[in-house]
């Protein structure tokens, strides 16, 4: 899995910054993608970065301010006209039907694919659930109704040990894959093998929380708690933590916090004010990591790994 | 006045070519441009191009296809965010003022510049008129309403003759500011001096035809007739006239009998199916110079400059 940084500039796009997306590549063996957020040149942004749009499985929209979401009814077209017909669910806030069965009667479209729009209102909590990952949303504090989504993998089965499982006379085939989902298995000559003692511990699986704007908040923490990766918001820098809490969001140091608090292993810091240059980031990034030290600020096609975890 | 291509591709964005937009620069005394359709990622074609914002005086839509209008919530919204004061008139088809008021709704934004929203229906008619410069609109033939645009700049006075002026002692000031009305002015010692006499031809306004999706139809000779330029979409190739019927749109030769019949100076062709690339350009354009020679297939960032007609 990574996470490709499409829009890191807040409010309007600014030179080589676009406003607010990334995708999240999921697990190889699915060969799909997920989008958080989609500013307006969202599916420009997809075309340079090499990502189709058929693979877009699922999109999540955090919160319905034009730089987060007017990338919607250009991305939700150019998808159908070029002939995706794989099915698509749409995770946002109340409103957001709406407002793109308005633009797609006025603008005359249509998609030929299956579009599933689900909205999340109140609190929010499980918004979807697969067989690999659930996503929660949680309401964070910002001008308008905006959620902070948390990402969770499940974990995978641990290994099973080839060479306990020879010397036991553990014949290869169903015992094995039986062992291995944790139950005990009879052999043919009666002995029961206890899962426990052949299998090893349950691999974690990976966390990821991407947050929307928001002013430092519990919610933040909580979606945070713990993952691999936190994807914060940082629209000014820690000098200007009132100009932050009067329009809705956060500083640096603020983000750092949060991720600090929720004892996260990574920061990634994003949708800055139109106000920095490229030759700010060095200053904003070094301000988070005074509070939290694996911080770091995107920037537009930044690209962050997400390996499994090791073994615990 | 120039006119630049910030989008020539049809549908949807392809690589190095964005959605339908162009700008006019105004003369320069006005020092102001207006834009003409706005799709998806226009204000970032704008920034790219070097064009204000704040100095964009009016923007004329053709017709409701998202690929036309999808730029304009983000557009507007920017235009707001970074402070212009200066009015902005937008003139579009009916429902274009419902789409963009739910838009400003359901996501929070608000303009605070004066925004006119004018929509045309019906027959168009002048939809613009000011000191220089009168637009007309009139709908042309695509699956939805649609509109092509003339923009006639007045004609201007014609040149004093300074040598006869001189000649007949006419002293320079306010009879001359007369004369050049094409007033005949009666000089102080009582003789009259006609206008007709010391004043050259009026020289003529340029025409401007920029047209939107749309089959050949006489709407469309009618709006290019006698036009400097002529911007009409040109979707397809010559050998696709059957699929560019059904679609609701035009060949390369079809585009270029209508400049012909309109007895047009110059075309210039757009709105380019995304099977084409920039290498079958220059065929297109073939096929459009075969029917009418003085045909040019845009690119985005092309500029055409506008040059004063000579004096006829
Ligand atoms: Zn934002
Ligand atoms: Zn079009």
Redesign the interface.
């Known amino acids: 899995m990574e996470l490709t940084m499409l829009g890191t500039a807040a409010?309007?796009?600014a030179?080589g910054r676009?406003?607010t997306a990334s995708a999240l590549a999921m697990p190889p063996q699915r060969g799909t993608f997920w989008l958080f957020d989609c500013?307006?040149?969202t599916?420009?942004q997809l075309?340079r970065a090499g990502l189709k749009l058929c693979k877009l499985e699922r999109i999540f929209v955090t919160h319905?301010?034009?730089?987060h979401?007017?990338?919607l009814?250009?991305l939700l077209?150019?998808r159908s006209?070029?002939g995706c017909e794989t099915p698509l669910t749409l995770h946002g806030p109340r409103?957001?039907r709406?407002?793109l069965e308005?633009?797609f009667t006025?603008?005359?479209?249509h998609v030929h694919y299956e579009l599933e729009i689900r909205e999340i209102d109140g609190d929010g909590g499980v918004v979807h659930e697969d067989d690999q990952f659930t996503v929660t949303a949680a309401p964070l504090n910002h001008?308008?109704a905006c959620y902070g989504y948390r990402i969770e993998e499940r974990p995978r089965p641990g290994k099973l040990d080839a060479a306990k499982l020879a010397e036991l006379g553990v014949p290869q085939g169903p015992l094995y894959a039986q062992l291995k989902r944790g139950e005990d298995a009879t052999l043919p000559d009666g002995r029961v093998i206890r899962a426990a003692d052949v299998v090893g511990p349950p691999i974690p699986g990976r966390i990821i929380a991407i947050l929307g704007d928001t002013t430092p908040c519990d919610a933040a923490v909580r979606l945070a708690e713990g993952a691999d990766l936190v994807v914060h918001e940082a629209t000014f820098e820690a000098a200007l933590a009132d100009k932050a809490a009067e329009y809705g969001h956060s500083t640096t140091a603020e983000a750092a916090r949060t991720a600090r608090d929720a004892r996260a292993a990574r920061l990634l810091l994003t949708h800055f004010s139109g106000r920095y240059r490229d030759e700010d980031l060095p200053r904003l990034e070094a301000e988070a990591r005074e509070v939290f030290p694996s911080s770091a600020a995107a920037r537009d096609f930044l690209t962050v790994q997400l390996p499994h975890k090791r073994r615990t």
């Not at 319905?64 to 730089?67: Q, R, V």
């Not at 006025?106 to 479209?109: D, H, I, K, Q, R």
Request: charged residues 15%; without cysteine.
């Open positions: 409010g309007r796009p030179e676009n406003v500013g307006e040149g599916q420009h075309l319905l301010h034009g730089d979401v007017f990338g009814p250009g077209g150019s006209s070029m409103g957001i709406h407002w308005t633009t006025v603008t005359g479209a001008r308008i």
